[in-house]
């Protein structure tokens, strides 16, 4: 186990620093300059160049990676003369058009995309896999049909389309509930959830109807190993079979893929939080893109994309935990 | 019994019925077809059957003859499937067909038990061993958790699986085969069935192990007085194993009698055919002659994979165990042999052995980790690709799976004709000769245009045949060519070989692990054991006179046909088990 | 791009080699109702982009025309007149704020969003099977590396990829070409995978071996005897993986960083709309009820041309539910063809699935 969790960080790493030098090169190494913007309006060709001192960017590209992966470790120094602005480690940049280092403003943002996602994740876990569950141990019967329509239209509904309609019924025409506002939980416990139902719902739509479909081909495919069979010629009631053997076997894929659906969404759920208006990572995004700010976009791609890879090798040790045939020597 | 289409010489026909564990009369089971009309498609026609206390039944058939079908409907698992059961099943006294839900629930698993062909997969591999019998054992009686769990403890150990007591918290990956059978045994046995139903429990098992499970099967019956109904396509297990058999063909019974009078006066025509088929270890081939010009020789041939992860083998040392560098598992290792000119070569070995291996790197699909491989004297084991280029058309291959050796997108023709195209030649000439090769082989060259799945299993192998003939090779591997097949099929194709040897002139090495068949048709044989050729000489001497003791184990565990000498033969295996204990008081080395 | 094109063309046409085989898939198709009705929307939907620029002149409008007398500058720009201003000369309405005409714009848009979506998947589809062909039947080095490389794309937030690299690509690169781009290049790793598996499970069959024993030169068997096998998965996937794409450029636009007006996109409409559904909710149900036929369309014919072409491993599911149902499948399962039982009793355990 201990080897298995060992290999497992390694190739972990490995992976995060490719990721890295990719993301690093792919917005660094393009035509634009991010001195100019930083710089800000009326801006000469002296300022520019210390302003370009300080970002690095007139170090070569090769530098300029070093530099960030330094301070990422050690934290860095942006040092033009006399003024000088430090980030401290781990620094995932330093934005010059906020003033202010990427990692504060991101770590300012992650409660919302975590409150989302929670939430979220327990409405499409017990919505999805019940769905998925009962369509498969009902199969071919009325149920089945009208859960498979209902997850099929679940599917083709796109999320920020939920949202927008969940709003226009519920706080436009119905008036039930407050337009959501994001409320820190800490503020406000009751606030909080009742500002996050509609977002809850509208991003946990389309996981609950996916998790559905895997559940239920996951479920029938179980059913259908031979094992089950001994079961049925052993006189195991069908309860038994279900709850007992079949339902570790079809829920291990969909462990897997949770932890790995969690993780892209912990970088930004850009649509629901663009939808309802909440100031989480994916709008942090976008308002960076459209001023080019190129710091803060690597650093929230970069931020993104290491749940992403962190999620999952824990999908694998939980895969490996599930199953007793994976073996973890 | 008064159909007469049935040759009934049973000599249970005159018991009593209350006295039958087993009793079915007129079973019919008949699936609906997928097109609209209503169709439906009968797999079992009116059978009968039964089976006293102790007795045991060989149902005998080949594939699609309704014998599985028919062993499932005793448990009554065709319900709620869409299949149409008519006729009485009684089981233990119970009427199957009209039993409630309940009841046969109460009756499955706890007066009769079933034993399946695959162990791996009729295991859960979620669960360990122990716990899925002990589940078992407490629904059927109520047990207590610990009682159950003794009570799994101790069957495994009656199956003969060492150290049951430690062994029962494994799960079904960490048993090997033949334990994952006696495990499933066990599970049979849990509760003290009226009746096992076994339905083909060996047909995936290497020979020497298939000899101790049917041992196995046979003590437990003569301990326990429970009924054994053998589902089988193989007239040697049977023969060995029951007292009586009933053979199957397209869903009706067609013969029915002790098992030594059916196997040694076959009174149907369809049986005589099957029994006649079934190749005999005593049958050797008409010799032909060969000098000692060999065409292709092998030195120290080795090729060594990756082990799958958590299996044995050489360990990676240091840093590269810690990355996960995996240990070698040597599939073929220090081989030599030679194949002369015009003769057949025979290799045989259990699954593991490395004979296909071997195979594929003498006709150099595979390159060989280390060794030559010599081609008229040249060798050819490192050449590339472009190299190899004249050499193909010497070397053929005929392959074990009718399904996957043929691409399902192109007709026939086209695939026997691609070497051809392949070589140059026009589309017109490769035509034509296609047409004649098919024929040669026993096809219609009117066939050309059809596709693989219109063939049968037989007739793919042959379409396989004329393949390899195409480029008019001088050397063919086959590889386990009849093994996919039933047993008369088998006897087809195996001739056609023999023929086209003559004809073409062709040497061949034919790999099976079945050691009759290869008796049949080689010259010498080598006996293959985990990588190494462990003996190897002329047929008549391995077989008669074998040295290795590993050989002499293989022989004396295939089954044969008279059933006196299988008894015979049982004794002698048990006299060796026996030995085997007292000699090393450890497990025995062929408890696989 | 265009290399990759030959290559599935290839695929297809020696599909087209087997007039049973495809007629069969035909037959099953048809007989899955939703899927022909999915089949017909599809169809109605591509004649609707086709034919914008024809029936924008049918009605007399375009999508760029502002028309600030037909919207209340009193209210901020909401439409005069029921349902978002319908009129005989505005079919559908015009746009709060400047008074567009919105079908001209739904016309246009189902261009770009469909357009967008069918060339993104293309390119998806054109990589993944370049890289996928490459990894499956290059040497060990490449595979892993290349493999590596598909573990790594499919990790990526793809969304979060997407915005980012909008950033970084100057201001008059046309849009709908851009969004085609990014979206095709962020999704090349699933499909790379399904070919690579398949490339590699058809390498291990008997048959390629054969024709290498043949002579068959390495590309000789690569165009022969797998490429063909890939037609039936690839063709899936593409469908399965449009309406995605579809979401995608949707949710892309939606977020500001797509297609940008004058142009218009479902998803750019959407965008929009957010001001003003509480005002002229028909301009957000237009748009957002296309998108959402358009997704479940597609879906709904990919789902039935992968049950199409495998009943069998569809069926293998329908099997199972109910009790001992192994036993047929087992009798199914040893019948071959001619040998004993007819071929029909292995369909008769597995007859194709109509729903799902």
Known sequence: MLRFLLRRSVSTVLVLLVLSAVVFTLFYATPGDPAILACGKGCDGDRLAVVRHKLGTDLPLWDQYWHFLRGLVAGRDYDAGADTTHCAAPCFGYSFQYDQPVLGMITARLPVDVSLTLGAMVIWMVVGVGTGLLSALRRGGATERLLTGLTLAGMSTPVFLIGLLLMMAFCSWLGWLPFPQYTPIADDPARWAANLVLPWLSLALISAAAYARMTRSSMLETLAEDHIRTGRAYGLPERRIVAGHALRGALTPVITLLAIDVGGMLGGATLTETVFGFDGLGRLLVNAVNHIDLPVVVGVTLFAAFFIVIANAVADVLYAVADPRVALA | MTDDLLTDRSPSGGQPAGDLLLDVRDLRVSFPTADAEGGSVTAVDGLSLSLARGRSLGLVGESGSGKSTAAFALLGMHRGTGAEVTGTVRVAGTDVNAASDEELRRLRGNRVAMVFQDPLSALDPFWSVGDQIAEVYRLHTGASRRAARARAVEVLDRVGIPDAARRAGAHPHEFSGGMRQRALIAMALACEPDVLVADEPTTALDVTVQAQILDLLHDLREETGMGLLLVTHDLGVVAGATDEVLVMQGGRAVEHGGTEDVLRAPGRPYTRQLVEAVPRLEARRTPVPVGDDVLLRVEDLHRHYPAPRGSGGERAPGLGRLLGRRPQHRAVDGVTLDVRRGETLGVVGESGSGKTTLGRMMVRLLEPTSGRILLDGRDISRDGERALRPVRRDLQMVFQDPVSSLNPRRSVGDSVAEPLLAGGADAAAARSEVRDLLERVGLPASWYDRYPHEFSGGQRQRVGIARALAVRPRLIVCDEPVSALDVSTQAQVVGLLGDLQREFGLTLVFIAHDLAVVRQVSDRVAVMRQGQVVEWGDADRVYESPQHPYTRRLLAAVPVLDPAEAASRRRARRALLALDRSADGAEPAAVA | ?356
Do not use: C, K
């Open chain 3, 1 to 356: 791009m265009s290399e990759t094109a030959t290559v599935l063309d290839t695929a297809t046409a020696a599909g087209a080699a087997e007039p049973r085989r495809r007629g069969r898939v035909w037959q099953r198709l048809r007989r899955n109702r939703a899927a022909m009705a999915a089949l017909a929307v599809v169809a109605l939907l591509v004649l609707f982009a086709l034919a914008a620029p024809l029936l924008s002149a049918l009605e007399g409008q375009d999508p760029t025309t502002f028309h600030s007398d037909l919207v209340d500058s009193a209210t901020g720009g909401v439409p005069t007149g029921s349902f978002g201003g319908v009129s005989a000369d505005h079919w559908l309405g015009v746009e709060p704020g400047n008074g567009r005409d919105v079908f001209a714009r739904l016309a246009h848009g189902a261009r770009v969003s469909l357009g967008v979506a069918v060339g993104a998947t293309l390119v998806q589809v054109a990589l993944g099977t370049l890289v996928g062909l490459a990894a499956g039947l290059g040497n060990r080095l490449a595979d892993t590396v290349l493999s590596r490389a598909m573990d790594l794309v499919i990790a990526f937030p793809e969304l979060v990829f997407a915005i980012a690299l909008m950033a970084i690509v100057p201001e008059g690169f046309p849009r709908p070409v851009l969004l085609m781009l990014v979206i095709g290049v962020l999704g090349w790793g699933a499909p790379a995978r399904v070919v690579r598996a398949q490339v590699l499970s058809l390498r291990g069959l008997d048959y390629v071996a054969a024709a290498r024993l043949g002579g068959s030169g390495r590309w000789r068997v690569a165009r022969r005897e797998i490429l063909p096998g890939l037609a039936a998965p690839v063709i899936t996937f593409a469908l399965l993986r449009l309406p995605v794409n579809v979401a995608s450029e949707a949710g892309l636009s939606f977020l500001g960083v797509g297609v940008r007006p004058p142009s218009s996109s479902w998803g750019q409409m959407l965008s929009t709309a957010t001001t003003w559904y509480e005002t002229d909710p028909t301009y957000v149900l237009l748009p957002a009820g296309l998108l959402f036929v358009t997704v479940l369309a597609f879906t709904v014919l990919g789902d039935g041309l992968r049950t199409a072409l495998d009943p069998r491993a569809a069926s293998r599911l329908r099997a199972g539910t109910r009790r001992g149902n192994a036993a047929p499948r087992r009798a199914a399962s040893a019948a071959r063809p001619g040998a004993g039982v007819p071929a029909a009793a292995a369909d008769a355990a597995t007859p194709p699935r109509t729903e799902d």
